[in-house]
């Protein structure tokens, strides 16, 4: 059952892009409030923690809010997602190992926060500048975070953190990339898809020891 969710994840995700690419609005409208259910059946299968369910449920909030092309409902989806990003957080807390030159990584992360926001203050519209600050802060948090889980999970956290970045300019009415839609939805859902495999993958390396421990200890 697992493979068939990931593979129907996987045509999801295809149909998506391919739609946003050929500029055809109702696939895109059908296919993404399918993604990141998909994705949490396909964590469900693998026995994920509440907590990881609880931040695709609102990232998928933030998703179909985000749908809406109004100010209110930016600023709700924008709340979705930042409440996803404290499940992370606390994820990332539970299951996450302390790397190494954690020092260097929050002050590249910092680096580009800062530059970001100043680069962008002037030209974000005025109601959204202190939401669009602490929410960037906490995503920033998040992706940093990110890294105790592995490459996996640190790739995702810094995909997450482009995408929405390429929000921000669009908000900010800088020179956009050909198809930003796609961009963006290729950066998240990747990211995303790459925060679930991290947190399992940890959760699996966990339960590893234990399970070799009490093997060990059974009787011949």
Not at 153 to 169: H, K, N, Q, W
């Amino acid at each position: 059952m697992r493979r068939v969710i990931a593979g129907a994840f996987a045509v999801a995700v295809a149909w998506d892009l391919g739609s946003l690419l050929a500029d055809w609005d109702l696939g895109h409208t059908v296919c993404k409030p399918l993604l990141l259910p998909l994705l949490a059946a396909y964590a469900v299968e693998r026995g994920a923690p509440r907590l990881l369910i609880a931040a695709l449920f609102f990232g998928w909030c933030g998703d179909m809010l985000l749908m809406f092309d109004a100010d209110p409902a930016f600023l709700a989806g924008m709340g979705g997602f930042a409440v996803g990003h404290v499940c992370y957080l606390v994820l990332f807390a539970r299951c996450g190992t302390p790397h190494g030159r954690t020092g260097l990584l929050a002050g590249a992360y910092g680096l580009v926060l800062v530059v970001t926001l100043v680069l962008m203050w002037s030209d974000l519209p005025g109601g959204l500048r202190i939401p669009v600050a602490a929410y960037s802060l906490l995503l920033t948090t998040m992706a940093f975070r990110a890294a105790r889980l592995g490459l996996l999970a640190a790739i995702g956290g810094a995909l997450f953190l482009l995408s929405d970045t390429l929000i921000a300019t669009g908000l900010a009415d800088w020179p956009q990339l050909p198809r930003p839609d796609f961009w963006i939805m290729l950066t998240y859902v990747v990211a995303q898809g790459l925060l679930v495999r991290g947190v399992l993958d940890s959760l699996d390396a966990r339960k590893a020891p234990a399970t070799a421990y009490g093997g060990s200890r059974a009787p011949v």
